[in-house]
């Protein structure tokens, strides 16, 4: 246990004097107002908007959500997952993110507090960014850099506090651990992805003779799928190409041109345009080629924090754990018929699930295996 944090427990001997179990629920109804303010997160941090101002409100009405009414748990249950206001329906979400991050903080709790409480605390607050990750790289593919940057940030002072993240009694010790960590979680993650875009950055696709790629507002139509370009596009550098026979836009053609099309331009031949001016674009092409990533830039960023905490063997049991989890979730899919071989799989939850593993486990099978 860090001593500071043991010379500060017993200045306070009436905390010191409460049972074990009184903080258990302490830590469960901390974890419900923590899960409440995730969802604030969940909600508004893809959108780009403050997560502090305005305060709570329902997004169809307006209408304020007084503290009476933003119990955890309680105020969904007692509504009936409905605005008090409008009767606009919630979101099971914002109770399965409340109960969850309560059930998180327990079991940070009971797993580690009787040792080390400034290592489960810390522990509490490495979750709470798991939680958030999850919810939004499931809905919006991606990882804000509020968490990921943050979450190295924090994970690099809360080291400081709680050594034992990194099985040393020693702050100086803790801190190198959790910087060789976030070096080891960027760099090998890093080189995950550009070795995905190596290997498996372009997807081309073959067309019968004489077919007709169509670009319209909302995606390339080929003649067996229409792909929208929200399953296409993950980067400002992600590009369709084509050689075109025939190129018709809504105001001119060309005999014959090379097309490329990113988010910000269109390519035709030597002319760019607009892509957002020029909303219907046809060619006749034999091969079509689409970008495809093996994995966004935000998991990397997010394998730096997790190594912030818990330092570079956990990044490697992570990585290793997380992709033999994604592969099965996503041949699962597959061959269920709920996803395309090119449709992209959020990574971040995976890797939260392996650094879960890596805290209640892995790292014990990792001394094992490599001890000595």
Same mark, same amino acid.
């Given at each position: 246990?860090?001593?500071?944090?043991?010379?500060?427990?017993?200045?306070?001997?009436?905390?010191?004097?409460?049972?074990?179990?009184?903080?258990?629920?302490?830590?469960?109804?901390?974890?419900?107002?923590?899960?409440?303010?995730?969802?604030?997160?969940?909600?508004?941090?893809?959108?780009?908007?403050?997560?502090?101002?305005?305060?709570?409100?329902?997004?169809?009405?307006?209408?304020?959500?007084?503290?009476?009414?933003?119990?955890?748990?309680?105020?969904?249950?007692?509504?009936?997952?409905?605005?008090?206001?409008?009767?606009?329906?919630?979101?099971?979400?914002?109770?399965?993110?409340?109960?969850?991050?309560?059930?998180?903080?327990?079991?940070?709790?009971?797993?580690?507090?009787?040792?080390?409480?400034?290592?489960?605390?810390?522990?509490?607050?490495?979750?709470?960014?798991?939680?958030?990750?999850?919810?939004?790289?499931?809905?919006?593919?991606?990882?804000?850099?509020?968490?990921?940057?943050?979450?190295?940030?924090?994970?690099?002072?809360?080291?400081?506090?709680?050594?034992?993240?990194?099985?040393?009694?020693?702050?100086?010790? #803790?801190?190198?651990?959790?910087?060789?960590?976030? *070096?080891? +979680? =960027? !760099?090998? %993650?890093?080189?995950?992805?550009?070795? $995905?875009?190596?290997?498996?950055?372009?997807?081309?696709?073959?067309?019968?003779?004489?077919?007709?790629?169509?670009?319209?507002?909302?995606?390339?139509?080929?003649?067996?799928?229409?792909?929208?370009?929200?399953?296409?596009?993950?980067?400002?550098?992600?590009?369709?190409?084509?050689?075109?026979?025939?190129?018709?836009?809504?105001?001119?053609?060309?005999?014959?041109?090379?097309?490329?099309?990113?988010?910000?331009?269109?390519?035709?031949?030597?002319?760019?345009?607009?892509?957002?001016?020029?909303?219907?674009?046809?060619?006749? #092409?034999?091969?079509?080629?689409?970008?495809?990533? *093996?994995? +966004? =830039? !935000?998991? %990397?960023?997010?394998?730096?924090?997790? $190594?912030?905490?818990?330092?570079?063997?956990?990044?490697?049991?992570?990585?290793?754990?997380?992709?033999?989890?994604?592969?099965?979730?996503?041949?699962?899919?597959?061959?269920?018929?709920?996803?395309?071989?090119?449709?992209?799989?959020?990574?971040?939850?995976?890797?939260?699930?392996?650094?879960?593993?890596?805290?209640?486990?892995?790292?014990?099978?990792?001394?094992?295996?490599?001890?000595?």
């Amino acid at each position: 246990m860090n001593p500071r944090f043991v010379e500060w427990w017993l200045e306070h001997p009436s905390l010191l004097g409460m049972p074990f179990h009184f903080w258990t629920g302490v830590l469960a109804i901390l974890g419900a107002f923590v899960g409440s303010f995730l969802n604030v997160c969940i909600h508004r941090m893809p959108l780009g908007e403050s997560v502090v101002s305005p305060p709570s409100h329902c997004p169809r009405c307006g209408y304020r959500i007084p503290f009476s009414l933003n119990i955890p748990v309680v105020t969904w249950l007692w509504l009936r997952g409905r605005c008090r206001s409008c009767r606009e329906p919630i979101p099971a979400r914002y109770l399965v993110v409340e109960a969850l991050t309560s059930g998180a903080f327990v079991l940070a709790w009971l797993g580690f507090g009787h040792d080390d409480p400034a290592m489960a605390l810390a522990l509490c607050a490495l979750f709470a960014s798991f939680i958030v990750a999850t919810f939004i790289d499931f809905e919006h593919f991606i990882i804000p850099d509020e968490i990921t940057l943050g979450g190295t940030l924090a994970g690099f002072v809360l080291s400081a506090v709680a050594p034992g993240l990194h099985g040393t009694a020693s702050m100086p010790a #803790a801190l190198r651990r959790s910087a060789v960590g976030i *070096a080891v +979680g =960027f !760099g090998a %993650v890093y080189g995950v992805v550009r070795l $995905g875009k190596l290997l498996f950055g372009r997807e081309k696709i073959a067309l019968p003779a004489g077919a007709r790629v169509v670009f319209h507002e909302e995606g390339v139509r080929m003649p067996d799928r229409d792909v929208p370009f929200g399953d296409i596009f993950y980067r400002a550098s992600d590009t369709i190409r084509l050689r075109g026979r025939r190129v018709e836009l809504a105001d001119r053609c060309y005999p014959e041109a090379d097309v490329s099309l990113t988010q910000g331009e269109l390519r035709v031949g030597g002319d760019v345009m607009d892509p957002a001016t020029e909303p219907y674009l046809s060619a006749e #092409a034999q091969e079509l080629v689409l970008p495809r990533e *093996a994995m +966004g =830039f !935000g998991d %990397v960023k997010f394998m730096s924090a997790i $190594g912030a905490f818990l330092g570079w063997q956990a990044t490697v049991f992570t990585l290793g754990f997380a992709s033999m989890v994604g592969a099965v979730v996503g041949v699962t899919l597959i061959g269920i018929g709920r996803r395309e071989w090119s449709s992209r799989l959020p990574f971040g939850p995976y890797l939260a699930l392996g650094a879960m593993a890596w805290v209640f486990g892995g790292a014990r099978w990792w001394g094992r295996m490599f001890a000595g």
